[in-house]
C-alpha cells in the first residue's frame, strides 16, 4: 500500500477527526481512502455520460488573489459554447461564489476544471452532474 503526506488546514483536520470518529472511521487514514474512493466513484459516473449537464461551483477569495474573479470570467467565455448560465455573487470578507451550468462531455469539462483550479485565489472548485442528454 502507497503512503501519501497531505497538508490541510487545522481546522479542516477537526473537522475531519469528528466526522470520522462519529460515523466509526477507525482513523484519518480510513476517513481519506472512503473520501477518495467515493469521489473517484463521482468523477468516474461522469465520464461515462457522452452528454450531460454539469453545475460548478467555483468560490474565490479577493483578498489573495485580486484578479481572480476576472480570470474565472475569462475562462467561462472561453467556453462559451458549452455554457448555459453564469452566476456570479458577493460573499463579503473578499469571498465570491461564481455558478456555471454547463451542457458538454468529460473531455472538455476536466479541461475547464483545470483551467479553473489553475487560478490563483481560486478556494475550491466542485462539480456535479445533474442529467443525461439523449
Known amino acids: 500500500m ?3 503526506s497531505i497538508s490541510i488546514p487545522d481546522s479542516l483536520l477537526r473537522r475531519v477527526d469528528e466526522i470520522a470518529e462519529s460515523l466509526g472511521f ?3 487514514s480510513e476517513f481519506f481512502r472512503e ?4 469521489m473517484l466513484d463521482q468523477l468516474e459516473s461522469m465520464k461515462g455520460e457522452m452528454h450531460r449537464i454539469f453545475v460548478i461551483t467555483i468560490l474565490s477569495d479577493h483578498s489573495v488573489y485580486p484578479g ?7 475562462v467561462i467565455h472561453e467556453y462559451q459554447p458549452v455554457v448555459r448560465a453564469f452566476y456570479h455573487q458577493l460573499l463579503g470578507d473578499g469571498l465570491c461564489i ?6 458538454t462531455q468529460w473531455p ?5 476544471l483545470r483551467d ?5 485565489g481560486v478556494v475550491d472548485v466542485q462539480v456535479s452532474g ?3 442528454r439523449g
Open 35 to 38: 473520501a477518495v474512493r467515493r
Open 68 to 74: 481572480s474573479d476576472r480570470r474565472i470570467l475569462e
Open 116 to 120: 479553473l483550479r489553475g487560478i490563483k
Open 130 to 132: 445533474l442529467a443525461s
Open 98 to 103: 461564481n455558478v456555471a451550468i454547463l451542457e
Open 108 to 112: 472538455l469539462l476536466s479541461k475547464i
Open 26 to 28: 477507525t482513523g484519518r
Open 2 to 4: 502507497g503512503v501519501i
